[in-house]
């Protein structure tokens, strides 16, 4: 069983874009994801953040169909940036691969990742029953 909710209003302040401060997961089978940078297939990095922000994300879609999961199996993702981001053009781009769904989420803004060329990394964890 997955169950997104919130605590009552009165509680914690309302999620303040498209997710839910809490997943719980029953009996279920977990897939743990390392993050995903905005590498294409042929090793190809984009230098616009969103344009590699939709390569992660695409690189976490296809891990979780290599593990028979979909996107709406996706109960955590945590975002990590680098440098200057336009957020309304993430939320859009983060909007588009989640459709309907509203996992838990964390975005956080970190000084750098594995290499000078990498602005996003994105982790994912899955559950299914």
């Known amino acids: 069983m997955r169950r997104f909710h919130n605590p009552p209003p009165h509680r ?6 498209g997710f839910h401060h809490q997943a719980e997961v029953s009996p279920s089978r ?4 390392s993050g995903q940078l905005g590498i294409r297939p042929d090793g ?3 230098e616009d953040t969103i344009e590699q922000l939709a390569v992660a994300l ?3 879609r296809q ?3 290599a593990a028979d999961l979909q996107v ?4 955590k993702l945590t975002i990590h940036l680098v440098g200057e981001v336009d957020m309304d053009r993430l939320r ?17 803004f970190v000084a750098g990742l594995v290499g000078p060329s990498f602005r996003v990394q994105v982790e994912a964890l ?3 029953y």
């Open 12 to 17: 914690v302040h309302p999620p303040i874009a």
């Open 30 to 33: 977990w897939l743990v994801l």
């Open 44 to 46: 190809h990095v984009p």
């Open 58 to 60: 695409e690189n976490v």
């Open 63 to 65: 891990n979780l169909l």
């Open 72 to 75: 709406k199996d996706v109960v």
């Open 92 to 108: 859009v781009e983060l909007a588009r691969w989640l459709g309907k769904h509203e996992p838990t989420l964390t975005i956080l």
């Open 126 to 128: 899955a559950a299914a």
